[in-house]
């Protein structure tokens, strides 16, 4: 369970991303961290695994205090959260199979992971997340040989290879089709809920968010302006998060792309 | 849309400040041309110059026909040319990653001190010629294939590190956050994460060099570091001119096969 405590992240230019969140996530629940662009969203995120030091407040995964650890016990609790990018930053030169072996790095000595001799039991998992994610027989391609929807069914299987107790998740869609978009929503969800883990889910598309979230976490330039049930966010909670005018345009978007879905059903088009 | 509005319709890339500035630069560029000129031919004896054409065709007579006998006596220099290229590359590329690692401002241990001591290898490497490079090994390590070798290293760590640190400091970081956040040490994300996006570059720079390397190479023995260009020294000596078309003759066919083979590498890595 992840325990967010009035965290706070101030720029070294003086921008203000965050103000005072607090947030509290517990074991297999999924967040929607909705918002505009530039609400901190993705600051908040990477404040979490420190790939942006957070200025103030303490973050509680479990016992230990991410925001205040040093190199080497950031590192060890690194391997605990596993995170998924938007445009999935895996390393285009390697294969398929060594991006998903590189989520085991945490806790393979260098010379094993520099001659890539992974521990049997790693690569059996490694395997078993490939096929989990229905990309068994792609498992020796290299990473730039495959699509955006398999790209980032790659960039799901190195986040559980870590068995992650936590998953960090950064815009998984934006980069994607409506319908794989979807796609990788729902496995997403599934594997979240086969392994009771928690996530945070970064995502600006409203209604793909409130179709598969639990929870609903609005943020309005770096804080925390909703925090409901999916089915709470109402024209006046949007209203709140994004400003008055655009949660229209919204809907008419949507509306659009569930056209576009069920055109492309139609004419059996898909990945 | 609103309609009939008055558009202008003059329209220039630049203010007219500013293309007035640009006229002028072009104008002192154009000065400073004629004034060079000037400098040039000052000392220049214009009796040699009109003599050149009849000088050139007397050397140029006594050049050809080549002496096609003198080849097997030159294959073995030709060898130790290459040689001379090929080790010196190697080891200027083993020393110059390192050098290239600890000048990229995104690997460097620490900007402060390594990354300027970095960079002033790269900058000492580049600014001195491989002939004076020879030229000083050759006294320090004697005549030799070998002060040929240590020259080349010398010269090529300048080169690959410059263009390897360069290389470094533009890969795609979000795939380096996405290895450090799986909790890799720093070797691994380097191992994982950087490594793998520099590999076409590197190939490519090493074969450049190497190519680079076989021509410079063949000037060295002139200095009296060994391969084909002591043959060229002691031919002009004795004023062999049919020997040295043939040495000439023998460099250009080297370089066109050694740029070919270049291309080839290149294109297969990448």
Not at chain 2, 175 to 201: D, F, H, K, R, W
Request: hydrophobic letters at 45%.
């Amino acid at each position: 369970m992840l325990q967010i405590d009035s965290l706070s992240k101030t720029y070294r230019t003086g921008d203000k991303a965050l103000t005072d969140i607090s947030l509290s996530v517990p074991k297999g629940q999924i967040v929607g961290l909705i918002g505009p662009s530039g609400a901190g969203k993705s600051t908040l995120i990477r404040c979490i695994n420190r790939l942006v030091e957070p200025t103030e407040g303490r973050i509680l995964l479990g016992d230990s205090d991410l925001a205040r650890l040093g190199k080497r016990p950031l590192r060890r609790q690194r391997r605990r959260i596993g995170m998924i990018f938007q445009e999935y930053a895996l390393v285009e030169r390697l294969t398929v199979m060594e991006n998903v072996l590189s989520g085991r790095l945490g806790y393979v000595p260098f010379w094993r992971s520099c001659l890539r001799r992974f521990e049997p039991h790693d690569v059996r998992r490694a395997y078993a997340l490939l096929d989990r994610v229905g990309l068994l027989q792609h498992a020796d391609k290299r990473a730039d040989a495959l699509s955006g929807g398999q790209r980032q069914r790659v960039g799901i299987a190195r986040a559980l290879a870590q068995e992650p107790e936590l998953l960090l998740v950064d815009e998984p869609t934006a980069s994607l089709d409506p319908k794989t978009s979807r796609q990788i929503m729902r496995l997403l969800t599934e594997i979240c809920a086969e392994r009771k883990l928690p996530a945070i889910v970064n995502i600006h598309d409203v209604p793909l968010a409130c179709q598969f979230v639990q929870r609903v976490v609005g943020l309005s330039a770096g804080k925390v302006v909703f925090d409901g049930d999916p089915s709470t966010l109402d024209e006046t909670a949007l209203s709140t998060i994004y400003g008055a005018d655009d949660w229209h345009a919204m809907q008419q978007e949507s509306r659009d792309d569930d056209e576009a879905e069920s055109a492309l059903r139609l004419v059996g088009v898909g990945t | 849309m609103s309609e009939m509005t008055h558009y202008r319709e003059v329209w220039a890339p630049r203010p007219p400040r500013t293309r007035l500035m640009v006229w002028f630069a072009w104008l002192l560029l154009v000065a400073l041309f004629v004034y060079c000129w000037q400098v040039m031919t000052e000392n220049t004896i214009w009796a040699f110059v009109s003599d050149a054409p009849r000088q050139a065709m007397d050397i140029g007579s006594r050049m050809v026909p080549p002496r096609w006998g003198y080849l097997p006596e030159l294959l073995e220099p030709l060898w130790d040319t290459l040689n001379i290229a090929t080790l010196g590359t190697l080891g200027g590329i083993v020393m110059a990653v390192p050098v290239a690692f600890l000048a990229a401002r995104n690997t460097t241990p620490s900007a402060r001190f390594l990354r300027p001591v970095a960079l002033f290898i790269i900058v000492a490497s580049r600014s001195i010629n491989s002939l004076i490079w020879a030229l000083l090994l050759v006294a320090i390590i004697g005549p030799g294939l070998l002060a040929g070798i240590v020259a080349i290293a010398l010269r090529s760590i300048g080169f690959v590190g410059k263009l390897l640190y360069e290389a470094i400091e533009e890969i795609d970081t979000k795939q380096v956050e996405a290895v450090s956040a799986t909790g890799a040490s720093s070797v691994q994300v380097l191992n994982y994460a950087i490594v793998p996006q520099i590999v076409p570059t590197f190939i490519a720079i090493g074969v450049f060099r190497w190519d680079i390397n076989i021509r410079e190479s063949t000037i060295l023995g002139l200095v009296g570091a060994g391969g084909i260009g002591l043959k060229l020294q002691s031919s002009i000596n004795v004023l062999a001119w049919p020997q040295v078309t043939m040495i000439l003759l023998l460099i250009l066919g080297t370089v066109v096969v050694s740029e070919w083979v270049s291309a080839k590498l290149r294109r297969a890595v990448i």
